[in-house]
């Protein structure tokens, strides 16, 4: 019977080492994984960075790339687009602002008499 004692404590302390270690490897994929993505961050930063400096040289006048001519130029249109929606916007801000105001008008004059 001792043996058998013997051999469950083996098996238990086997299967604890195990799972310790299994953790252990978990948390060091995860903190690798971590890493990756950090880097990853960083890379996509410095491309973003690369493209607005190729962007200003394109602003400038300076001769770029035509590939990047291509998309500088479509960068040029949606920002030129953008313009156009945010008029738009404007616009209709401006007329319920002023219709807002009209409204506030008639109720001072009514409320008045």
Same mark, same amino acid.
């Given at each position: 019977?001792?043996?058998?004692?013997?051999? #469950?404590?083996?098996?238990?302390?086997?299967?604890?080492?195990?799972?310790?270690?299994?953790?252990?490897?978990?948390?060091?994929?995860?903190?690798?994984?971590?890493?990756?993505?950090? #880097?990853?961050?960083?890379?996509?930063?410095?491309?973003?960075?690369?493209?607005?400096?190729?962007?200003?040289?394109?602003?400038?006048?300076?001769?770029?790339?035509?590939?990047?001519?291509? #998309?500088?130029?479509?960068?040029?249109?949606?920002?030129?687009?953008?313009?156009?929606?945010?008029?738009?916007?404007?616009?209709?801000?401006?007329?319920?602002?002023?219709?807002?105001?009209?409204?506030?008008?008639?109720?001072?004059?009514?409320?008045?008499?």
């Amino acid at each position: 019977m001792a043996g058998f004692f013997d051999d #469950l404590g083996k098996r238990l302390s086997e299967t604890a080492n195990d799972l310790g270690k299994k953790a252990e490897d978990t948390l060091e994929i995860q903190k690798r994984k971590s890493d990756i993505r950090f #880097l990853g961050r960083a890379n996509d930063r410095d491309y973003m960075d690369i493209g607005k400096i190729i962007f200003e040289k394109y602003r400038n006048g300076e001769v770029v790339d035509t590939d990047m001519v291509a #998309l500088c130029e479509a960068i040029d249109q949606r920002n030129e687009e953008v313009t156009k929606i945010q008029a738009e916007i404007d616009r209709i801000n401006g007329v319920a602002a002023a219709d807002t105001t009209e409204e506030e008008e008639v109720f001072e004059e009514t409320s008045e008499e």
